[in-house]
């Protein structure tokens, strides 16, 4: 009953920025959360930021301060600003939505693909 898209993923050298959106729809509601994993090849998805509704933005650890999370709840979306990208955070990046109308199921989108090259 909730639909995520993801977009902006692409190919960029190190050191480049990517700007990662999700537009959500559905039986979506004003208290939520929404934020972004990532999984490489081979390894497990993992969290990388997420915020609620209200709240302000949580980080993984590796983000070190090179990501930026924005939501524009009017509008229902949610963009991901990832600044000096390396190699290592190459991934299908996931969107993630949860909502109280759902009782706070994981909605999924379907990933966009970053690749950064060295």
């Known amino acids: 009953q909730v639909q995520l898209v993801e977009s902006g993923g692409g190919l960029v050298q190190a050191g480049g920025s990517l700007r990662l959106s999700c537009a959500a729809s559905?039986?979506?509601?004003?208290?939520?959360?929404m934020g972004w994993y990532r999984q490489a090849p081979g390894k497990q998805r993992e969290f990388v930021a997420n915020?609620?509704?209200?709240?302000?933005?949580n980080y993984a650890d590796f983000v070190e301060g090179r990501f930026i999370l924005s939501r524009d709840n009017a509008r229902n979306t949610v963009d991901l600003q990832m600044n000096n990208l390396n190699p290592e955070d190459t991934a299908i990046y996931y969107c993630?939505?949860?909502?109280?109308?759902?009782?706070?199921?994981?909605?999924w989108g379907q990933g966009t693909q970053v690749t950064v090259s060295s």
């Open positions: 993630l939505a949860k909502y109280a109308a759902e009782g706070w199921r994981d909605n």
């Open positions: 559905g039986r979506i509601s004003r208290s939520n959360i």
């Open positions: 915020c609620a509704d209200s709240g302000r933005p």
